[in-house]
């Protein structure tokens, strides 16, 4: 079983910054890509930036040049920090890790940080 754990969200401003950390944890043989979504209320769930082993990014246009997503293969955690934050960028972010494990091939979900950008 994988675990995937999120920390970072919270509330701030118009402008404001936060960075996000996703950690995976488990039987782990190795992690492929790795990404962040959002899903604002009302809205269906959305891609936001994904990294590859490799670490070649691609990044949803509303984030491009404000988000940056990195990640550290061995701890197996994926970061992004989140910069001139707009109250369009409200969501729950979860993180999402395509896994190669001892029962195979998966993907895993976290349970998601709530990020809020209101003055």
């Known amino acids: 079983q994988v675990q995937l754990v999120e920390s970072g969200g919270g509330l701030v401003q118009p402008g404001g910054s936060l960075r996000l950390s996703c950690a995976a944890s488990?039987?782990?043989?190795?992690?492929?890509?790795m990404g962040w979504y959002r899903q604002a209320p009302g809205k269906q769930r959305e891609l936001v930036a994904a990294i590859t082993s490799g670490g070649s990014t691609n990044y949803a246009d509303a984030v491009k040049g404000r988000f940056t997503i990195s990640r550290d293969n061995a701890k197996n955690t994926v970061y992004m920090q989140m910069n001139s934050l707009k109250p369009e960028d409200t969501a729950l972010y979860s993180c999402n890790a395509d896994t190669r494990t001892p029962l195979g091939l998966a993907e895993y979900w976290g349970q998601g940080t709530q990020v809020t950008v209101s003055s």
């Open positions: 488990g039987s782990i043989f190795s992690i492929n890509a």
